[in-house]
């Protein structure tokens, strides 16, 4: 069975400063998908990033990035130039590949405080 | 731009009742599912539904839940005798076919049981 794990329940930045958040996960599977999704208060969780277990170079989307270990199995996301608007709850998730389903296993969820 | 909508936001309802909450998914997708996440917990899967059948659910998913998709718009999930233990946020989400891994997310349905 696969697990995810953020350890950081939450965290605080600074407005246009940089902030880590930590996400590792446990799979016997050798292909697979990770994610970071994003949940603004009282709104839909989105996508922010994904990164295929089978590629070396880490993903990037604008502001966002990862760091993608996999044989330490971690998968942390960097927001750089932290926003106002970044203030959410942030989830890690891990979804295996091939999948009949799209079944998503996440982590707790890590609450980021971007501060004026 | 589309999004997945849920009704209704909050519902109240008494231990031994039945719930309906309702979605309705992004127009052209195929593929849906249920999460939940009990207050400080993770976001748990419970049901994935595709070509009107249940493609995969978990343990959580017993004999008191059911989902259905009534028409071509609806997606139900149905808990027949609340417990407590099911007071929760229960997420919705779509996906289309192209994009394999993106799932689209509803805001919610906040449960609680008393």
């Known amino acids: ?116 | 731009e589309p999004e997945v909508t849920q009704t209704p936001s909050h519902q109240v309802t008494q231990m031994g009742q039945e719930v309906i909450l309702r979605c309705v998914p992004i127009s052209n997708h195929l593929y849906f599912y249920w999460y939940r996440q009990i207050l400080g917990q993770k976001v748990e899967f419970l049901v994935s539904f595709y070509n009107n059948e249940i493609s995969e659910k978990s343990e959580i998913f017993d004999d008191q839940f059911s989902v259905e998709r009534p028409d071509g718009s609806n997606f139900t999930l149905k808990i027949r005798s609340t417990k407590l233990e099911d007071s929760a946020m229960y997420f919705c989400a779509s996906k289309g076919q192209g994009r394999v891994y993106e799932q689209y997310f509803g805001p919610g349905t906040r449960l609680t049981v008393t």
């Open chain 1, 1 to 116: 069975a696969q697990t995810v794990t953020q350890s950081q329940p939450e965290m605080s930045v600074q407005e246009a400063e940089t902030v880590t958040l930590s996400c590792t996960y446990d799979t016997s599977e050798s292909n697979y998908y990770l994610f970071w999704y994003k949940q603004p208060p009282s709104r839909q969780m989105i996508l922010v990033i994904r990164q295929e277990a089978y590629k070396q170079q880490n993903a990037t989307e604008n502001r966002f990035s990862v760091n993608f270990q996999k044989a330490a199995k971690s998968f942390s996301l960097k927001i750089s130039d932290s926003q106002l608007g970044d203030t959410a709850m942030y989830f890690c998730a891990f979804m295996k590949q091939p999948s009949n389903t799209g079944k998503l296993i996440f982590g707790q969820g890590t609450t980021l405080q971007v501060k004026p």
